[in-house]
């Protein structure tokens, strides 16, 4: 079975960090592109950040460039979202999904999810 297991949300101030965890299990970590989406209370999905091995590339979100820094540690297979400055609007479940090969922001392309955690940001 494949296993997304995301974890280190919480509830943060404006302005605070958080970093979340993805560990991949049941798929070969290298030939897919593992990243987050997020959704927000009464939002679609969002394609966050995305980090591909196998392509060698890497996406993130106009909206939280600059904030966010996804990495990974292949030897752990697990994937990591460092989230600085959190705003409001950061609030929304977070998915660790994963793609064959490439990063994609179109959430019906999304070849496996997890489990979500939440992340809320007070005012």
């Known amino acids: 079975d494949v296993q997304l297991q995301a974890s280190g949300g919480g509830l943060v101030q404006a302005g605070g960090s958080l970093s979340l965890s993805c560990v991949v299990a049941?798929?070969?970590?290298?030939?897919?592109?593992i990243g987050w989406f997020r959704q927000a209370p009464g939002k679609g999905r969002e394609g966050v950040s995305c980090?591909?091995?196998?392509?060698?590339?890497?996406y993130t979100a106009d909206s939280v460039k600059g904030r966010f820094t996804i990495s990974s540690d292949n030897a752990k297979n697990t994937v990591y979202l460092k989230m600085n400055n959190l705003q409001p609007e950061d609030t929304a479940i977070y998915y660790c999904v994963a793609h064959a090969v490439f990063c994609t922001i179109q959430d019906q392309e999304i070849d496996y999810w997890g489990k979500g955690t939440l992340v809320t940001v007070s005012s």
């Open positions: 049941g798929i070969t970590f290298d030939d897919y592109a």
């Open positions: 980090i591909s091995r196998a392509s060698g590339t890497t």
